[in-house]
């Protein structure tokens, strides 16, 4: 059983940072990916920001040149640093650990991943 806990969220005013880490129950390199996703009021969940085991990176156009991804293997944490912070970044942000593994039963490959419990952001104007 996989935990992630989210900590770092609170209240900013605009154009303020905010630093958000992820610590997993286990070695992060067990996955592909490791992820932050938000929801924010009114709006679907997306992906914020997320880097695979090999260090690729990637952003959602809205945060890029802002957010900053990155992990600390050794500490089983993944990272997110929110700079300019805007007031539609507001929502509840989730960290994501997500991967494949073979069925042990038919050897196909599935996709599984683990939810944090999200932590809040709220960006005031």
């Known amino acids: 059983q996989v935990q992630l806990v989210e900590s770092g969220g609170g209240w900013v005013q605009a154009g303020g940072s905010l630093r958000l880490s992820c610590v997993a129950s286990?070695?992060?390199?067990?996955?592909?990916?490791m992820g932050w996703y938000r929801q924010r009021p009114g709006k679907q969940r997306e992906l914020v920001a997320s880097?695979?085991?090999?260090?690729?990176?990637k952003y959602a156009d809205s945060v890029k040149g802002r957010f900053t991804i990155s992990k600390d293997d050794g500490k089983n944490t993944v990272y997110l640093q929110m700079n300019s912070l805007k007031p539609e970044d507001t929502g509840v942000y989730y960290c994501n650990a997500a991967g494949t593994r073979p069925d042990p039963r038919t050897a196909l490959e599935y996709e599984y991943d683990y939810w944090g419990q999200g932590t809040q952001v709220t960006v005031s104007s």
């Open positions: 880097i695979t085991v090999g260090s690729d990176l």
């Open positions: 286990e070695s992060i390199s067990d996955f592909d990916d």
